[in-house]
C-alpha cells in the first residue's frame, strides 16, 4: 500500500523500524488474552448490541491507545484513510483551534488536541464525538462541509456540542479562533532607528520563508540595523528545510544545527546550513518566545542559543520536538505516529520540555490578547485600536532595552 499523505510541522522522513524496549517475552500473552477477555465480556453483556461489532469495538480500543502515546499521535479510522488516500490534499488538523479532527463509524470526532490551544484550554478530549456545530447537526453531512466549517479567521467564536468519552451526556463548548497568519514574515521594520533595532515577527516557517527572511534582513541591513529581535511568539513551526536556510542566515556555511533520532540511532540524521552565506550577519539578536512557540521555532531559537549566536527572552516554549508518519495499516486504517525527537547542537531536544528562555519575560492574559490583536490590526473596531495604541509590548520592551 502506498503511503498515505503525511505532515509534521516541521517535515516528516521515513525511519527505520526502532527495537521493541525491553520487556519479558512472556508479557505479551497475557496482555493479549486480558484485551480479549474484557473485549468479550462486552459483548456478551453491552445492552447496545448495534455497537458491539469486533471491527468497530478493537477499532476504538486503537484509538484509545494512540491517544495515550502523546499529543500528536492518533489511530486513523477507516472512513479518514479512505478521504486521505482519494483526496491527498486532505488536512484534519484546525489550528485555528488546536485540534485534529477525524473520522469513524459513528461520525467526526476530535483525533488529537494541541496542549495549551484553544480547545485545550477549553478542556476538550481527544475521543470526543463532534455532533454539532453552531447549531448544525452532522450526521450526513459530507466531511468536506463540516471541515470547512471549522476553518475561521481569528476572534471568531466557533460552538461544538461535543460528546467526551467522560461524560455521560453531551456539553457545548465555545472555542475562539486563535491567529494563523498566512504570510511567513508577518512584520519587519526598525524598532528603534535611533539604536539601530530591527524587528522581523516569522509567523510561521512557511514555503520560501527563508527567501521572505533573507528579503526582510537585507532591507533592514541597508537600514542601518545594528541588532536584531527576531519573534517567534505564536509559530507554531513548519517547514524543516527553510528551517535550517534560515538559520544559515546567521551562522557559518555548514554548520550542524540539527539531528534526528529514532529509537534505532542509526536511522537519525543530521542537517547542516547551507554551504554558501551570501552576506555576514554578525550583529546581535535576541529571539522570542512564547508558550505558543513551537515546532521550528523551537528548533530556531534551541541552536541560536545552544552555539551562542543569540538570547532567548519570553516563556518556555510549547514544548513539539518530534516528528510523525502517517502509516497505512491493515483494514484500511492506518497511523499517526510520532517516530523520531528533533536535536539542537548541543543534544538536547524541546521534546515535551520546550525551550527555556535567558531571560524569562512574564506575558499576562492582557499582554497576550494585545499582541494578537496587533496582528490583526486591520480588522479592529477604532475602539480596540485606541486601547492597542497605549500598550507597550513587554517581551519587546526588555529585548530592545536589553543594551
Request: hydrophobic fraction near 40%; glycine fraction near 10%; proline fraction near 7%.
Amino acid at each position: 500500500m502506498k503511503a498515505l499523505y503525511l505532515w509534521c510541522g516541521i517535515g516528516a522522513m521515513a525511519m527505520a523500524a526502532p527495537p521493541v524496549p525491553p520487556d519479558p517475552e512472556e508479557a505479551a500473552y497475557p496482555a493479549l488474552g486480558r484485551f480479549v477477555e474484557v473485549l468479550e465480556a462486552v459483548r456478551k453483556r453491552h445492552p447496545d448490541a448495534d455497537r458491539l461489532a469486533y471491527e468497530r469495538l478493537v477499532n476504538h480500543a486503537l484509538e484509545g491507545m494512540l491517544a495515550s502515546l502523546d499529543p500528536h499521535s492518533s489511530f486513523i479510522h477507516p472512513e479518514m484513510a479512505a478521504r486521505m488516500r482519494e483526496h491527498p490534499a486532505t488536512n484534519p488538523e484546525v489550528p485555528s483551534l488546536g485540534l485534529t479532527l477525524g473520522v469513524r463509524d459513528d461520525g467526526p470526532y476530535v483525533a488529537a488536541v494541541t496542549p495549551r490551544g484553544p480547545a485545550a484550554l477549553a478542556g476538550v478530549l481527544p475521543g470526543s464525538a463532534v455532533l454539532e456545530i453552531d447549531g448544525r447537526k452532522l450526521a450526513g453531512a459530507e466531511f468536506s462541509e463540516w471541515s470547512e466549517a471549522l476553518r475561521r479567521a481569528a476572534g471568531v467564536t466557533t460552538q461544538l456540542l461535543l460528546k467526551s468519552p467522560a461524560s455521560p451526556r453531551p456539553e457545548e463548548v465555545s472555542l475562539i479562533h486563535r491567529r494563523i497568519e498566512q504570510r511567513s514574515v508577518a512584520e519587519a521594520k526598525l524598532w528603534d532607528k535611533a539604536k539601530g533595532v530591527g524587528y522581523v515577527q516569522l509567523a510561521a516557517f512557511g514555503a520560501g520563508c527563508a527567501r521572505e527572511m533573507e528579503s526582510a534582513l537585507d532591507e533592514l541591513e541597508d537600514g542601518g540595523m545594528k541588532s536584531l529581535i527576531l519573534d517567534l511568539r505564536g509559530n507554531g513551526g513548519g517547514d524543516l528545510g527553510e528551517t535550517v536556510k534560515i538559520l544559515g542566515l546567521w551562522l557559518p556555511p555548514d554548520t550542524v544545527v540539527v539531528t534526528t533520532r529514532g529509537r534505532d540511532e542509526a536511522a537519525g540524521e543530521t542537517l547542516k546550513t547551507p554551504a554558501r552565506q551570501r552576506r555576514k550577519r554578525d550583529y546581535p539578536i535576541a529571539v522570542l518566545l512564547d508558550r505558543m512557540s513551537a515546532s521550528a521555532s523551537e528548533l530556531t531559537a534551541g541552536v541560536l542559543q545552544d552555539l551562542k549566536r543569540a538570547s532567548v527572552w519570553g516563556e518556555v516554549s510549547y514544548g513539539k520536538g518530534s516528528v510523525q508518519n502517517i502509516i497505512p495499516m491493515g483494514g484500511g486504517t492506518a497511523l499517526r505516529l510520532t517516530i523520531a525527537t528533533y536535536h539542537t547542537p548541543s543534544g538536547n531536544t524541546p521534546h515535551r520540555k520546550g525551550i527555556t528562555p535567558d531571560v524569562p519575560v512574564s506575558i499576562s492574559d492582557k499582554d497576550r490578547a494585545n499582541f494578537e490583536k496587533r496582528g490583526r490590526i486591520d480588522t479592529l473596531a477604532p475602539e480596540e485600536r485606541k486601547e492597542l495604541e497605549g500598550w507597550e509590548d513587554p517581551v519587546i520592551k526588555a529585548a530592545a532595552g536589553k543594551g
